[in-house]
């Protein structure tokens, strides 16, 4: 199987891959949920069935036309307005019982714009600061193989890749669906991080031993054997992880959907990028072949070396 040979192949769907996410990034971009934003988020559910097109009328009617509505897995709606005191609120649930009848409550947040603004910026550090700590470690986990900063640096740039991917599908999703962003969602992208780096350091430490046990001369030759040795774990790894999340997503319900859905997406994305992307790159750096769209190794003569 010669996956470095079409290293540069893979280079351009990844490209091509980031430029969809930046665009939808940019013209949908992600609605930031209560969090991150002052504002009032109520959980609400009503003992008769009501149509959500119907509740955003009422809630234009009692003043609240810029709200957002979200159905949840048990039935029950989350709205999230302007930040209400208990007055206001009061005056919503009066006003939506009058329309739809007996209601109940789960749950009603209100976060004003300094503690908003605190987690926004709490949660851009501790991405941060695990990436650079990522990239340390890894460096000093090579350190005995030529160029080991090499080595943590092509971790990194998948692990932005898998990031750009989740956040750009996920404004895609969110766009059609609706959803917001939450503390859930950063909870998500923490977890892609470290599942990304996790799948790439074990290609990585496999190119290790390889080098070190002298499997071929060729780098290129070296890190495909790796990559394919450790395909099945990767794959193993990787599906039974999503058959839990997938599992989670059907029964547990929209409290931690967020989460779901990045990890999901996240784990699909590391797939493609702890085999094809970052070990490509890494082989391209190191052999100085930028530039060109097969470099010295091409599928012939890659194969052709791996046969020997």
């Not at 695990?130 to 971790?155: D, E, Q």
């Not at 989740?166 to 992208?189: D, K, P, Q, R, Y």
């Not at 784990?267 to 082989?283: D, E, N, Q, Y």
């Amino acid at each position: 199987m010669d996956i470095i040979g079409k290293r540069l192949w893979f280079f351009i769907i990844g490209a091509l891959l980031v430029l969809i996410c930046v665009i939808s990034l940019a013209t949908n971009g992600l609605t930031a949920g209560v969090e991150f934003s002052s504002g009032s988020i109520v959980n609400i559910g009503f003992d008769n069935d009501v149509d959500q097109d119907e509740l955003k009328a009422e809630l234009s009617n009692l003043g609240h036309s810029g709200a957002l509505i979200q159905l949840t897995g048990t039935g029950d709606f989350i709205i999230r307005t302007v930040e209400l005191d208990d007055t206001a609120k009061n005056q919503l649930v009066s006003g939506l019982t009058a329309r739809f009848g007996p209601n109940h409550v789960n749950e009603f947040d209100n976060v004003s714009s300094m503690v908003a603004g605190e987690t926004a910026r709490n949660a851009a550090i501790a991405v941060a600061v695990a990436a650079v700590a990522m990239l340390l470690y890894i460096a000093w986990a090579f350190r005995k193989m030529p160029n080991p900063f090499r080595f943590g640096t092509c971790a990194i740039i998948g692990l932005v890749f898998d990031v750009i991917i989740a956040l750009g599908v996920f404004s895609i999703i969110g766009g059609i669906l609706g959803w917001e962003i939450n503390l859930m969602f950063i909870t998500g992208i923490l977890a892609v991080i470290g599942y990304s780096v996790n799948n790439t350091v074990i290609v990585f430490d496999r190119i290790r031993e390889n080098v070190r046990r002298g499997v071929s001369t060729d780098f290129a030759i070296t890190t495909n054997n790796s990559i394919v040795e450790t395909l099945n774990r990767s794959f193993n790894t990787s599906l039974t992880s999503l058959f839990t999340l997938l599992s989670l997503a059907l029964f547990v319900g929209s409290s931690i959907q967020n989460f779901v859905v990045v990890l999901i997406i996240g784990i699909i994305s590391g797939i493609f990028c702890s085999t094809c992307l970052a070990p490509g790159l890494l082989v391209s750096w190191q052999k100085k072949e930028w530039g060109t769209l097969s470099g010295k190794d091409n599928d012939s003569i890659l194969v052709a070396k791996a046969k020997s």
